[in-house]
């Protein structure tokens, strides 16, 4: 409610209401002191402010002169001590009203819902309409704000808009809600009478249903054009930047091109160096630092070097990142005040006019009590009361002073009964002329029609001449009636015998004077008619009466006349003795006929040069019309002249007739010779004319009408044209709305600038034409309903089709209102029209944006700055699953999904703000959860001043295509990994296939996201299965045992599986009872997800690959099982690869046989020559050493040190030697010889030999050979066969367990095959497979390790036509298996 | 300064050990049956007890001297301060190649070493010190 608390505004002032605030101590609070420093009010006496004690009262607060106020105060405390304290200060707000009061007729007329609020927000007034459609009486509604008559909710709207329409120097369109009524106003700013910004409204009552006004009023603002309505600009300056924008309008003022980028200092110098350009330099520095705004009007010389002036609005905002910016408006008031001046040009050319007019045209304000004012004087007032209008315009009570005191309360009682009986009033008094003295007025006057305000007008005519006519007129008859006329007695010789005293007083002469005079001698002078003396003598001589009039002169020689009945008197005999002589002095009567007939003349010559009228009517009807009577109502003299007196009336208006009735009754009784009246009189042509009325009665002295002169006028225009003048200032003008006014018959009556501006017909070219006749063909029918429905007092806004003059059809909202007449009958239509070609337009485009954005396949979504939604379409809520109602006025990152960077929500932010497009992608996600892609386009929608009003962002799903697009980066990554793992496995030698696989693990594990991959081996010798390779995602670490040594009875349960499906899934723990087991085989200690493919070649299954996730439920896709499938396939392939190469080995190997020998004696040889001379020579530099280092010393402890080394370096050589030469036997013999042995006895036999290292280390020994078998083998060679890998089996077993040695042999075919397995250390092939059997090669730290026993056993195996394989694993064991 | 000798011949390392403190007493010696012996040590390495020589035999049990080497330049540590030397009883021109061709060997020498050979080399370490 208290909307400011600017102390400066607290002035005296004669408007309603005035707020200020005060912030105190309450310990010395004086409050007349404070309201005095910190308003500047001037504070004579507060009563009962020590009652501060409630949080709300009221007092009177006098001010300086003694005036009172009454005041309402808001107190609150901010603590113990200090208080915030609102006053709210209260005055008459008739003034205010008064001064508003005139334009507004029109809209009481023609039905608009219109209403202003003052600068606080307060109506100040509202049509009637406006408070039908709100419920209220007006004076439930002037004074008060919005939330004191409406609902909260609808009130905040209505304020907002209104704060923004204060704020904005644009013609703001608002849609605004009162309770379930929904409407349309047009709010603009309008400037008070008092000089401050208050808002004007224009409530559009159309027809929209509601959602269609709020979509057309979000999309209008895109589409609406600059307000035309003020030639207003809009500035905005940052200082920290540097940055000047102006509006386009701004521009124009300025006279520059529309690409005219303005700077400070090039602004800046369109001011003239001086005053000016330093008021506004200073203006713009004290308010960027102080934030208080600023108001300038100067000069400014445009880029045409045009001068004009212009007013410069500044405000100061400090925005986000804290820089000052500047903003305000730019008028070109240079435009207002030519349209001021015109104004007051026509305002003058009006009393010009009304001037020519014999009185005062006036109107004045009576609020029926105390309060009166001139609203309106024409300048003849000066020369009726020697004031100037200006002066009576300022203080009514001048008027008043110069009234005669004996009139005054007489006046003041007529206007008041007027007022109270709402009766029209005339009634004559006397004013005091400064030069003239005395003069007699009559005035006329009477209030407009459903006038809510207490507002006549009238004509005030000076009438003193025609008073003092009537006032001695009226002495005439007292005299008459005490004198009883002037009297003559004649002897017979027609001398002077006796004159009464009439005759002295009139005449001059006394009786001694005249008596033996002839009177006609006395008193005939030259101007005296001799026919009318000779006329008197011949009937005097005949002896007959004489009556007549005559011109005498009085003994000054002045003139009189009089009635003269002269008689003689008979003496008995019939003789004349005397004349008696009755005169009456009708000298006054002959003056007011001579100046009548004066008059009459001149009306006359006023006539061949005026407009008006003079009409002589008689008992006998119209005596005589002027030319100009004849042109104001279409009949000619000779017509008028033959009407009867009943044609007479029946040609004036029905309404009329009563009254005119009424008026010449009240004439006849008072005996008026003079009286105005306005009738309406029906034209030739047929229709009315309102004519105003002068009439000059003169009456027969019997009381009855002689003549009447009648100076009539045609006022329809001007009556007219004073609407016309009020309209200048009118809302309707200001809105821009035409205006139309018709009589009930159709026929205009007036029409405003719009109209003419609109229509293209000039006010006196349309006045009187039908209406229909401007009508096109196919709204006549339309416009004719509406009107025969108007006629009975409705309402209507339609749109239809107009005509210009041109004959352009135009689309015009038309409001239709009955014009009510003084007996509440209707008198006319008016019709408020605008244009809404416009309107029509952009709702076509409206309508053809809406459909495109509500069927576009695109999502669209509206939003405000605040990036709340306003709008979205169809599709998003499809898209979405919200309903538009579900996400309105909510930011739209509702629908994120939360797994985007923020920093593209920043950037986006960024961009749009910067008033750029921004282009991307989004993952959203939808009311139901799915998550979907989008591309985005969001754009900033800028207004008229370039300012950000909304941001549209247009959407396009494109999950699927996001989807497929993963999905092939997805494909094209398998491929890739696929091509990579099988690039691994082509020519890829035996050694390497571990390394590759597990890289391959690696590669597929990552690229899957499973966290184990591991690959089980079955062994079908050893009825096991057991992983040998896997892959763990390091962090995970799981139970690795859980499937090593698996007896192959167990894991065979599932081969049928993986023979009918080719994958085993287990995506839950409830599988059947048989996967249930397999579970427990494979699970580990944390709940996992398996999948098992085989490896498997033409039915056989090698094994099995296993992918393994923990923790996490995996659903794997298809195209993942698939790639998983792949890769098992491809293992299969290697094995398949394996077998084969092993067959081709197998076959090749005869062929070569011969050929490898010799190759491989040849590496043999190569191989022993670089051995023996590098161990001969280790030796042999050991030994030198040793010497070298024993010619150093002398000192007898180090030589026996070097003594104990030479012993160990020379046995170290012999023991070489002795191997070598073991060696040397073997490559000697190539073709060792061969007997039958037995091979179990045999074996038994060698193993005895070394019993002692058998059982000293405890060696569990078990030989598994036929009894029968025999081979046949070189003894020699078997033996150390035997020997060396018996020996190595106890020498290198493992420390944790018992060594066991199992021997056996296998017969394949016609080979034999004897086998040496051991639960020893073991050996990691894939790290010394190659060089196993090499020489010197020692894989242990056993000091008795020598790196010959091997190399021995392979060379011996290999000269008696076989071969040795090993298997081995480390911390197992090995398997070396002897082809016999 | 700090030598290991790597060398399965006991007989060659103390008879290096001699030839050692004949030349200076302050230098520490470690030493190591085999390659990966010597690898343990190395992966307890610190700027403190970096060797500054290695004397690394080529044919030895276990880890021999070219998979110690091999090795080494798996673990992606900087060994700039210490500088490998081969020694080595072979005549095989192929170890001489790779020692030449690795970027870790400094130099390849033939067992057995000159006394005077070892003091060269300590010279040399010992000016790259300073």
């Known amino acids: 409610m208290i909307l400011g608390s600017d102390l400066s505004i607290l002035q005296p002032s004669k408007f309603v209401t005035e707020y200020f605030r005060i912030n105190g101590d309450v310990a010395d609070v004086n409050l007349k002191d404070y309201i005095e420093d910190q308003s500047g009010f001037p504070v004579n006496a507060i009563e009962n402010d020590g009652n501060l004690q409630n949080s709300t009262g009221r007092c009177t607060i006098k001010g300086i002169k003694g005036e009172a106020y009454q005041a309402e105060y808001f107190l609150s405390r901010n603590s113990k001590n200090t208080f915030f304290c609102t006053f709210v200060i209260e005055e008459n707000r008739d003034n205010e009203i008064n001064e508003l009061s005139l334009p507004y007729d029109f809209i009481e007329l023609s039905n608009l819902m219109v209403f202003i609020k003052d600068h606080k927000l307060r109506y100040l007034y509202a ?105 207003i600009g809009y500035w905005e300056y940052n200082e920290d930047t540097n940055s000047l924008f102006w509006s386009d309008t701004v521009r124009e003022i300025h006279e520059v091109d529309s690409s005219y980028i303005p700077e400070y200092k090039t602004a800046i110098a369109f001011y003239k160096e001086g005053a000016g350009r330093e008021a506004l330099e200073k203006a713009l520095k004290n308010t960027a630092q102080s934030g208080k705004p600023f108001d300038l009007q100067i000069k400014l010389v445009t880029a045409k070097n045009n001068e004009l002036w212009v007013r410069i609005f500044g405000f100061s ?87 005669h005191p004996d009139d005054l309360i007489k006046i003041q009682k007529s206007l008041y009964k007027a007022h109270h009986s709402q009766s029209a009033l005339t009634d004559e008094f006397r004013v005091f002329h400064p030069e003239k003295g005395i003069r007699w007025m009559r005035f006329y006057a009477r209030t407009d029609v459903k006038r809510h305000l207490n507002t006549w007008y009238g004509v005030v005519l000076d009438v003193t001449d025609e008073v003092y006519l009537r006032e001695q007129d009226k002495l005439m008859a007292l005299v008459s009636a005490k004198t009883n006329n002037i009297i003559i007695v004649t002897d017979e010789q027609r001398k002077i015998e006796w004159v009464n005293e009439s005759f002295t007083r009139i005449t001059g002469y006394k009786l001694a004077e005249v008596k033996g005079l002839s009177p006609g001698s006395l008193l005939q002078g030259e101007e005296t008619n001799p026919n009318r003396v000779q006329e008197i003598r011949e009937s005097l001589d005949k002896e007959h009466k004489f009556s007549g009039e005559i011109l005498n002169y009085s003994k000054k020689g002045e003139k009189y006349w009089v009635h003269l009945v002269i008689q003689a008197v008979f003496d008995d005999d019939g003789k004349v003795v005397k004349y008696f002589s009755i005169q009456t002095d009708i000298t006054e009567k002959k003056k007011q006929e001579n100046a009548l007939r004066k008059s009459e003349e001149k009306y006359r010559l006023i006539t061949e040069h005026s407009s008006d009228g003079i009409l002589i009517i008689d008992k006998g009807g119209i005596n005589f019309a002027s030319p100009g009577y004849e042109r104001m109502t279409g009949y000619t003299q000779d017509e008028l002249s033959r009407w009867e007196p009943q044609k007479i009336i029946d040609n004036i208006h029905p309404d009329d007739q009563v009254n005119l009735k ?29 004519l105003e009325n002068q009439a000059q009665i003169i009456y027969n002295s019997d009381g009855s009408i002689q003549k009447a002169y009648v100076n009539v006028r045609d006022v329809t225009n001007r009556l007219e044209a004073e609407r016309k003048i009020r309209f200048q200032a009118h809302l309707l003008n200001q809105v821009g709305q035409a205006v139309i006014a018709t009589s009930v018959d159709g026929n205009i009556l007036y029409i405003n600038e719009h109209a003419e501006a609109l229509y293209g017909w000039t006010f006196a070219e349309i006045v009187g034409i039908n209406i229909l006749d401007t009508e096109p063909a196919g709204s006549k029918d339309l416009y004719q309903s509406l009107a025969a429905k108007v006629l009975k007092g409705e309402t209507f806004t339609v749109e239809m089709q ?12 038309a409001t239709l209102s009955p014009i009510w007449g003084d007996k509440n009958n209707v008198i006319g239509i008016i019709s408020v029209s605008y244009d809404i070609t416009e309107k029509i337009e952009s709702q076509k485009q409206i309508k053809k944006l809406t459909k495109g954005i509500e069927q576009s396949p695109a999502t669209i979504v509206i939003t405000d700055t605040s990036a709340r939604i306003e709008y979205v379409n169809p599709k998003f809520e499809e898209v979405t699953g919200y309903s538009f109602e579900e996400v309105k006025g909510k930011n739209p990152r509702l629908i994120k999904s939360g797994n985007l960077d923020a920093q593209i929500y920043n950037d986006l932010w960024n961009t749009i703000t910067q008033g750029k497009d921004w282009r991307g992608e989004f993952q959203n996600k939808s009311k139901d959860g799915r998550i979907f892609w989008e591309t985005a386009t969001i754009s900033p929608i800028k207004d008229e001043s370039g300012n950000i009003s909304n941001y549209i ?43 590759a696989l597990k890289e391959s693990l690696e590669i597929i594990g990552s690229l899957i996201n499973v966290e184990r991959i591991y690959l089980v081996n079955y062994d079908y010798n050893n009825n096991e299965a057991y992983i040998f390779l896997e892959w763990l995602e390091s962090k995970n670490v799981v139970n690795e045992d859980n499937l090593n040594k698996v007896p192959l009875h167990m894991v065979s349960k599932w081969n049928d599986d993986f023979l009918k499906d080719g994958v085993i899934i287990f995506d839950e723990l409830n599988s059947d009872k048989k996967k249930k087991d397999i579970l427990n085989l494979i699970q580990t200690d944390r709940q996992s997800f398996h999948i098992l493919l085989p490896i498997t070649h033409e039915k056989v299954i090698y094994g099995f690959i296993g992918f393994d996730t923990f923790d996490t439920q995996r659903i794997f896709r298809d195209e993942e099982i698939d790639l998983m499938q792949l890769f098992a396939r491809l293992l299969s392939n290697l094995k398949i690869k394996a077998i084969a190469e092993k067959e081709l080995m197998e076959s090749e190997s005869k062929l070569r046989q011969t050929l490898d020998v010799v190759n491989e004696q040849n590496k043999k040889l190569l191989e022993f020559t670089s051995i023996l001379s590098h161990n001969i020579r280790s030796h042999a530099a050991n030994i030198k050493g040793i010497a070298d280092i024993m010619n150093e010393t002398d000192d007898p402890v180090e030589l026996k040190n070097i003594h104990s080394l030479l012993q160990v370096a020379s046995g170290e050589l012999i023991e070489t030697l002795s191997h070598l030469n073991q060696t040397m036997n073997i490559q000697r013999k190539r073709n060792p010889k061969k007997e039958p042995i037995e091979l179990k006895k045999f074996v038994q036999k060698t193993l005895y030999s070394i019993r002692d290292q058998i059982t000293s280390s405890n060696t569990d020994v078990i030989i598994n050979i036929p009894e029968n078998q025999v081979i046949n083998y070189n003894k020699g060679y078997l033996e150390s066969i035997i020997l060396n890998l018996s020996t190595n089996a106890v020498r290198y077993r493992h420390p944790g367990r018992n060594p066991k040695l199992e021997i056996w042999s296998e017969i394949d075919g016609d080979q034999s095959i004897l086998h040496f397995k051991d639960n020893g250390l073991g050996l990691d092939l894939d790290e010394y497979g190659y060089r196993l059997f090499g020489m010197y090669q020692v894989f242990h730290e056993n000091p008795e390790s020598r790196g010959l026993g091997l190399f021995i056993v392979k060379n011996q195996v290999e000269a008696m036509g076989g071969e040795i394989k090993v298997k081995s694993k480390p911390g197992e064991g090995s398997l070396f298996s002897v082809y016999l | 300064m ?89 005549i095989d021109p192929k170890d001489f190649e790779r020692a030449r061709d690795s970027e870790y060997v400094h130099d390849f020498l033939v067992k057995p070493i000159e006394i005077d050979n070892l003091k060269k080399i300590f010279t040399k370490v010992n000016s790259s010190r300073t």
């Open chain 1, 127 to 231: 049509s009637s309409s406006y408070c039908d459609f709100i419920g209220k009486k007006v004076e439930e509604i002037v004074g008060k704000t919005d939330f004191d008559i409406l609902q909260k909710n609808a009130a905040d709207i209505c304020y907002s808009s209104d704060i923004q329409t204060l704020n904005s120097d644009k013609y703001i369109q608002t849609v605004e809600h009162l309770g379930n009524k929904v409407f349309v106003a047009d709010k603009f700013k309008v400037e008070l009478p008092n000089g401050k910004t208050g808002i004007g409204a224009v409530v559009i009552n159309n027809e929209l249903q509601k959602e269609e006004r709020i979509k057309h009023d979000r999309l209008i603002r895109f589409l609406k054009k600059t307000n035309e309505y003020a030639r």
């Open chain 1, 317 to 403: 905002e400090t925005d986000k990142d804290g820089s000052v910016v500047l903003y305000g408006t730019f008028q070109d008031i240079n435009k207002e005040t030519v349209l001021r001046e015109n104004l007051q040009k026509t305002k003058n050319l009006i009393k010009n006019i009304s001037d020519q007019i014999p009185g005062v045209i006036f109107e004045y304000f009576y609020d029926g009590d105390r309060t009166l004012k001139f609203l309106f004087l024409s300048d003849g007032v000066k020369k009726l009361t020697g004031f100037g209008a200006d002066e009576l315009l300022a203080d009514f009570k001048k008027a008043f002073k110069s009234i």
């Open chain 1, 662 to 690: 009424d008026i010449i009754e009240q004439t006849l009784v008072n005996k008026n010779t003079s009286l105005r009246f306005i009738i309406r009189k029906r034209k030739k042509d047929g229709w009315f004319v309102s």
């Open chain 1, 802 to 813: 107009a005509q210009t003059k041109k004959g352009d059809k135009i689309p015009v909202s």
């Open chain 1, 953 to 995: 962002a247009v959407k396009e799903d494109i999950t699927e295509k996001k989807e497929y697009e993963q999905y092939i980066a997805y494909l094209s990554k398998i491929q890739s990994v696929l091509t990579n793992i099988a690039k691994k496995f082509i020519n890829l030698g035996v050694d390497q296939i571990n390394d």
């Open chain 2, 2 to 90: 700090k030598v290991w000798i790597v060398d399965d011949n006991a007989v060659f390392r103390t008879l290096v050990k001699m030839q050692i403190s004949k030349i200076e007493k302050n230098i520490t010696v470690e030493e190591f049956e085999h390659g990966k012996s010597a690898m343990g040590a190395v992966l307890k390495y610190d700027s403190d007890n970096q060797p500054d020589i290695i004397l690394l035999d080529i044919n030895m049990p276990v880890m021999n001297g070219w998979e110690f080497i091999s090795a080494y330049d798996k673990l992606d540590v900087n060994f700039d301060r210490t500088w490998i030397y081969i020694v080595t009883s072979s």
